[in-house]
């Protein structure tokens, strides 16, 4: 059942996308459209819960990764506790995967301890996506706050749009070059480096920080002519 966890839990569990690995970008379906049922139920621990399918009599059934042997046996022998079927049980040394009917979800999630915290927080939303550990010294932070510092308090926002027109005006341009690819996107490279939602740092690790602070500086002095 396409979006079941999204359109039966949402508001009520912590949903999160599984992440491609290889873009670091939310899975999409070969028109780059995002595959909106790679979702699961982030809870405790690393254990995530996935609608699996209908089973033979067509009943939903949904799966729990279990990153835990003595967890995934600690959860089954609760189940068994409480007359709730396990489905289907499979174990390596390391993982447990843990098989149970959807009629079940809530009492067997429940055991799983699952995440309650940014409900209001769209699933595809970039916060969701990973991010980089690059971080820009504190000389450089410094010499940013000087120039942004100019700008009044209910003028915060022009920042977003100087950024904005840096990454299309500037950097993708010069980086275009660069690497002689006609099709590089910024917000493409953004994504496979982690920082989706770390333009400074973005910046910063791609080597144009004082070209940046440079067109800032010239923006916000622009504004105010």
């Known amino acids: 059942m396409s979006n079941y966890l999204v359109t039966k839990f949402r508001g009520k569990y912590k949903l999160m996308p599984d992440i491609d690995l290889e873009t670091n970008d939310f899975p999409r379906d070969c028109d780059g459209v995002i595959d909106e049922d790679m979702v699961y139920i982030s809870c405790y621990n690393d254990t995530k819960v996935y609608y699996w399918g209908l089973n033979d009599s067509h009943r939903g059934v949904?799966?729990?990764?279990?990153?835990?042997?003595?967890r995934g046996?600690?959860?089954k022998?609760?189940?068994?506790?409480?007359?709730i079927e396990v489905v289907d049980f499979d174990q390596?040394?390391?993982?447990?995967?843990?098989?149970?009917?959807?009629?079940?979800?809530?009492?067997?999630?429940?055991?799983?301890?699952?995440?309650?915290?940014?409900l209001k927080t769209s699933v595809f939303s970039s916060k969701n996506l990973p991010k980089s550990n690059v971080s820009i010294p504190t000389e450089n932070i410094e010499e940013?706050?000087?120039?942004?510092?100019?700008?009044?308090?209910n003028d915060m926002l022009v920042i977003k749009s100087i950024n904005d027109r840096f990454l299309a005006d500037i950097l993708e341009k010069t980086l275009r070059k660069k690497t002689k690819n006609s099709k590089f996107s910024v917000r493409e490279d953004m994504k496979l480096n982690k920082m989706s939602r770390q333009f400074k740092e973005y910046v910063y690790a791609r080597g144009y920080w004082q070209e940046y602070l440079d067109y800032l500086s010239k923006e916000i002095d622009a504004h105010y002519a």
Not at 62 to 70: D, E, F, N, R, V
Not at 77 to 83: A, D, F, I, L, T
């Open 92 to 118: 390596s040394e390391s993982e447990t995967m843990i098989k149970f009917l959807a009629s079940d979800a809530e009492a067997v999630i429940e055991m799983l301890k699952p995440r309650t915290s940014g």
């Open 77 to 83: 022998k609760e189940m068994k506790k409480q007359k």
């Open 144 to 153: 940013y706050k000087v120039i942004t510092s100019r700008l009044g308090k």
């Open 62 to 70: 949904l799966i729990a990764y279990i990153p835990s042997k003595q």
């Open 73 to 75: 046996n600690n959860i």
